[in-house]
């Protein structure tokens, strides 16, 4: 038992430096790649200075990483079985009577816990710094104005046209944001002085303008003003209204089921949010998937002696789950897998390839 406890923390290290390896060489192009992006798009762009630029570029680096955590994983396996098999360790190991299932039980378990720490405690972390890089490039690249914020009673809406700034407050949403009920305007002109307030009973949104019902228009030192119906101007569209709720990625673990109900309640579709909940839950275990890959990848290679093939092979398998994954989510946000069945397929399918190719190699 002594010598089992050793070796499997001398292999669970051996995993976790290689893991460490490749995420600081993934980390190290990805924020080289980026930098460049963000330099090139904001140059002669105002306010967008050196520094401005480096604080995006590191706010955004966890999230990537976090996206990126199933190759780190893959990539870090094969170069720890590779490296075992090179200096004989694991034919010695092997020769003691430890079957291949037991010395990558501490990589497996370890890809696991990785993914639960992840889960829990890196991505509400990423989750805030990507907020705050998306509010940032919305106002230095994007100068976008319109903004949105809901709850399960109200809904506030932010537009800005040529005439000033409009903010929009309803009490009541149906038709997914398209109709609103007991709504206030707030009215300002350009130097964000308060011109008027338009409070409504009901109002459409359509191609260009909110159609408003009952409505009392007052502004300073003058009368209210009863009308019936009235067509305010407008830039935002439905989709717009529907596309501004906060990215999922934005939301952390913790956050997110309480924004999915609210979201529901308030009349709408929380379907990509619930469905990158699921695939979030699911991420653990596509990292112990990944190191199975990986092990038969490697281990195929000791055996063999085609290295190099089965290195291209292991890589191309791991960019086709990529894409499996891709278009198994474009399914789930379509409304044509069940979400629950769109997020764990993949890390399922993935976990069942693995396990029947590790035992084709050993058992078969």
Do not use: C
Not at 31 to 46: A, Q, W
């Amino acid at each position: 038992m002594k010598i089992w406890g050793g070796l499997s923390i001398y292999l669970g290290t051996q995993f976790l430096k290689n893991v460490g390896i490749i995420l600081a060489v993934i980390i190290s192009i990805i924020f080289l790649i980026d930098f460049i992006e963000l330099l090139r798009r904001g140059s002669g762009k105002e306010g967008v200075t050196f520094l401005i630029t480096l604080q995006m570029v590191l706010l955004r680096l966890p999230e990537l990483t976090q996206t990126l955590l199933p190759f780190i994983a893959l990539f870090g396996g094969m170069l720890t079985f590779f490296r075992l098999s090179r200096t004989s360790e694991l034919t010695v190991i092997r020769a003691a009577g430890v079957s291949v299932w037991q010395f990558l039980l501490p990589s497996l378990l370890i890809a696991f816990l990785i993914g639960v720490f992840v889960l829990t405690v890196l991505n509400p972390i990423a989750a805030t710094m990507k907020a705050h890089y998306e509010q940032m490039e919305a106002r230095l690249f994007k100068k976008q104005t319109n903004l949105l914020m809901v709850s399960s009673k109200d809904l506030w809406l932010r537009q800005v046209d040529e005439k000033g700034l409009s903010v929009i407050h309803a009490r009541g949403i149906l038709n997914k944001g398209i109709d609103l009920t007991e709504v206030i305007i707030f009215q300002y002109d350009k130097k964000d002085q308060f011109t008027g307030r338009i409070e409504a009973d009901r109002a459409r949104l359509r191609k260009g303008y909110w159609e408003l019902d009952g409505v009392l228009m007052t502004s300073p030192d003058q009368p209210g003003i009863v009308q019936k119906h009235l067509k305010l101007q407008t830039s935002l569209t439905v989709n717009q209204i529907q596309e501004s709720f906060a990215a999922p990625n934005t939301l952390s673990f913790w956050d997110l089921p309480g924004f999915i109900d609210t979201l529901e309640e308030a009349g709408f579709s929380a379907l990509r949010h619930r469905l990158y909940w699921h695939s979030l839950i699911a991420g653990p275990v596509l990292l112990l998937a990944m190191v199975l890959v990986a092990a038969t990848f490697s281990l195929r290679a000791t055996r063999s002696g085609h290295t190099s093939l089965l290195v291209m092979a292991g890589i191309t398998t791991g960019f086709v789950f990529y894409f499996f994954s891709d278009i198994i989510l474009a399914l789930g946000m379509s409304g044509g897998l069940p979400v629950a069945l769109a997020a764990w397929t993949p890390a399922i399918t993935i976990t069942l390839f693995g396990l029947s190719m590790m035992f084709h190699l050993e058992d078969g």
